[in-house]
């Protein structure tokens, strides 16, 4: 894989990492900070389960998916065109899976703080890793729907394009 990947993978990792110990050291479980009324606020929450806190409690199951999603995403990153999305998409992936990876890993746990309130729908807290995932797999899906994700793609006149 592509030397960027990992730069991009591990710099979401430290943002990540981070914006949680910071989180951690101002404010106690279940506690708020309103930010924006009605709108933003941080919350410092614990998670053992997955996104809208699904599976809760099956930390050690998330935490061996976790592994088995990076094994796949290291072996399709072979075969991606490593063009600059889809870079930064899989470093997206890969920083924002070990960011909650490590929590369960070491923590038991997920750290969660960023609470938004959106015309009256109170969505699920969540973390810097959530949302490198959620981009990430975002961006692969539209390299994928552009058909910019395989390493070769036939061309007009029938040649191969191994363009990296």
Do not use: H
Not at 39 to 54: H, K, M, P, Q
Not at 129 to 154: F, P, W
């Amino acid at each position: 894989m592509n030397k960027r990947i990992f730069i991009i993978a591990i710099f979401s990792l430290i943002i990540d990492q981070v914006s949680k110990a910071i989180v951690d050291a101002f404010l106690s479980m279940n506690e708020t900070i309103v930010v924006i009324d009605n709108f933003f606020s941080l919350t410092n929450v614990y998670n053992t389960g997955a996104a809208f806190s699904i599976m809760e409690g099956k930390t050690w199951f998330l935490s061996i998916l976790s592994v088995i999603i990076l094994i796949m995403i290291f072996k399709m990153g072979k075969e991606f065109k490593m063009n600059k999305p889809n870079m930064i998409a899989l470093g997206l992936l890969i920083g924002g899976i070990f960011g909650n990876f490590g929590d369960r890993l070491f923590l038991g746990m997920v750290r969660d703080f960023l609470k938004f309130n959106i015309f009256g729908y109170s969505f699920p807290v969540f973390n810097v890793a959530d949302i490198c995932i959620v981009v990430g797999v975002i961006m692969l899906g539209i390299s994928i729907l552009l058909g910019e994700d395989k390493l070769e793609n036939s061309s007009r006149d029938g040649r191969k394009d191994k363009t990296r």
